[in-house]
């Protein structure tokens, strides 16, 4: 038989992994209900089709990461390596992309074929947040308020970049300006490389490659194809976060990884992740839903890598209130009784009703090693006199001789 083990990059989640996943999960989740957005689901299977529609057949995502498959149909699928595409594909097919302004988040995982290291995952999951039909400025800056609050609540340091990258006109333009800028330097770059630069020559722009780099070093910006109006509104922008006292540096190579944006774009950076320090990114998408097949809608939105995330956040201790230890069978039922009497009226405490066999010391030992903050240990003596010692592992705290009406009322019951 083979051995057993997991897909490269698909790692099993357990212990303070998960513990911080969830924790990343569920801020996130509070702060987009406290702006009014909305859940919304979509599969993790999508028509191959679309991603090449929405991100762009020359991205590395469509031409390297993306993990394929045909159904016993022969129709050409994949596991989605973004979230954005697939919720403005549901949009359309469920006929809600009406004009009245529309706010959703998502959490799930994606999936994309890279080499794993810090901060970047086969399978991944990211959250993020769609806001469609409003063209407004206002718009780009409630995004970027919700994702300075996560990262806030969080308490993770991050640098916010930003930049505007104009309407599919300016951007026509810039793209000429860039292909005839290459052709100089076909001679000295990689023909593949070269090749797909060309097709989409924004890709050059934040490139990580050392030789791009300097090849783009002497370009022109794409500021300079902004008309009067796209600067004014960029500068208007960067006024309104100076007033919110968000701060944030401009980055005049920021373009994003997928051909879809248009306008704002954003990032937020952090160091602690090596190479991989985008931690959250996102900007102005207001012509893919029309190029899907849809109405033509303004969007904006943000997408965040859930695990990166967990993997730098300060995770606080979890407080777990009380461990129910036993003596004998008779004890053992008591104290599931008890602990079903508490939770039924405060399930918000944590409680451990022991199932082992262990002796006393060993029992408080183990309430100890997993963080609770009072024990009860229960044997013939507590069934006999109706009273309950109360054990507190904070020295400053003194132990406590309780009755089980004393008790539910010290717990909030």
């Known amino acids: 038989m083979k051995e057993l083990k997991t897909i490269r990059g698909m790692p099993d989640l357990f212990g303070s992994q998960i513990q911080g996943i969830s924790f990343v999960e569920k801020t996130c989740e509070k702060i987009f209900k406290s702006f009014n957005f909305q859940e919304f689901r979509t599969p993790i299977l999508e028509n ?17 990461e993306m993990y394929e498959l045909k159904d016993r149909k022969g129709e050409e699928l994949c596991l989605r390596p973004e979230g954005t595409a697939g919720l403005v594909r549901a949009l359309i097919t469920n006929n809600l992309d009406g004009t009245d302004i529309k706010k959703f988040f998502y959490i799930g995982p994606m999936f994309r074929y890279e080499r794993p290291q810090k901060g970047r995952k086969r399978q991944f999951c990211q959250a993020g947040i769609e806001l469609i039909g409003d063209s407004s400025i206002n718009a780009d800056i409630e995004v970027i308020q919700i994702a300075t609050l996560i990262l806030k ?3 993770i340091e991050a640098e916010l970049q930003i930049n ?12 000429k300006y860039l292909r005839d800028y290459l052709k100089e330097y076909k001679s000295s770059t990689d023909e593949k490389l070269y090749s797909r630069l060309i097709r ?18 002497n370009a022109k910006k794409i500021s300079e194809f902004l008309s009067a109006d796209q600067l004014k509104k960029y500068d208007e922008i960067k006024s309104l976060l100076t007033g919110m006292e968000i701060k944030f540096v401009e980055n005049p ?26 931690i959250l990114g996102g900007g102005r998408y207001d012509n893919l839903i029309s190029d899907l097949g849809g ?20 995770m606080k201790e979890q407080q777990k209130d009380l461990f129910l230890g036993s003596l004998d069978s008779a004890g053992k039922a008591f104290a599931q009784k008890l602990s079903f009497k508490i939770r039924s009226r405060n399930p918000n405490l944590v409680i451990e009703t022991y199932l082992g066999q262990a002796n006393i010391g060993k029992q408080l030992k183990k309430a100890d090693s997993l963080g609770f903050k009072s024990v009860i240990i229960i044997g013939q003596e507590e069934l006999n006199s109706g009273l309950l010692k109360v054990k507190y592992f904070d020295n400053n705290l003194p132990d406590l001789e309780l009755t089980e009406d004393q008790l539910l009322e010290k717990l909030g019951c």
Do not use: H, W
């Not at 989409?200 to 490139?207: E, G, T």
């Open 295 to 314: 109405n033509r809608l303004p969007a904006t939105g943000f997408a965040l890598g859930v695990d990166r995330l967990a993997e730098i956040v300060k």
């Open 200 to 217: 989409n020559p924004l890709r050059a722009m934040d490139s990580k490659d050392a030789n791009i780099k300097e090849v783009m070093k």
């Open 48 to 64: 191959k089709s679309l991603f090449k529609r929405s991100v762009g057949d020359t991205s590395e995502m469509v031409q390297k």
């Open 253 to 278: 190579d920021l373009v994003r990884g997928m051909d879809y944006y248009t306008g704002t774009v954003f990032e937020f950076t952090n160091d602690q992740l090596g190479a991989q320090n985008s």
């Open 153 to 155: 609540e969080l308490d």
């Open 164 to 175: 505007f990258i104009g309407d599919l006109e300016s951007l026509d333009g810039y793209r």
